[in-house]
């Protein structure tokens, strides 16, 4: 059974920092492309970072130069540093994993193999 877990989430103030961790089971993680996604109240889930099997990265245009996504294969997990956060960074934040996207086709977040359950990140301004 495969398996997502976040953690990291809570309430950081503008400018600070935060990062995220998902820890993957059940699948063999250096096979598949990771993604972080979030979704803000009223709004649909949208691409935040993206990491393929080999390294490759993908940003959204709202965050290139503040978040920085990674993965350790030894530990199966990935990674979301994000910093100088802003107020409208506040979402949930979702991990998931898929087997055969490259990191720009992570970009859509529909029929996505796995995802996790979500961590909260709240931004204070």
């Known amino acids: 059974q495969v398996q997502l877990v976040e953690s990291g989430g809570g309430l950081v103030q503008a400018g600070g920092s935060l990062r995220l961790s998902c820890a993957a089971s059940?699948?063999?993680?250096?096979?598949?492309?990771m993604g972080w996604y979030r979704q803000a109240p009223g709004k649909q889930r949208e691409l935040v970072a993206a990491i393929s099997r080999g390294g490759s990265t993908n940003y959204a245009d709202s965050v290139k130069g503040r978040f920085t996504i990674s993965r350790d294969n030894a530990k199966n997990t990935v990674y979301l540093q994000m910093n100088s956060v802003k107020p409208e960074d506040t979402a949930i934040y979702y991990c998931?994993?898929?087997?055969?996207?490259?990191?720009?086709?992570?970009?859509?977040?529909?029929?996505?193999?796995?995802w996790g359950q979500g961590t909260q990140v709240t931004v204070s301004s």
């Open positions: 998931a994993a898929d087997r055969w996207r490259t990191a720009v086709g992570m970009a859509s977040p529909a029929s996505v193999d796995y």
């Open positions: 059940g699948l063999t993680f250096s096979n598949y492309a």
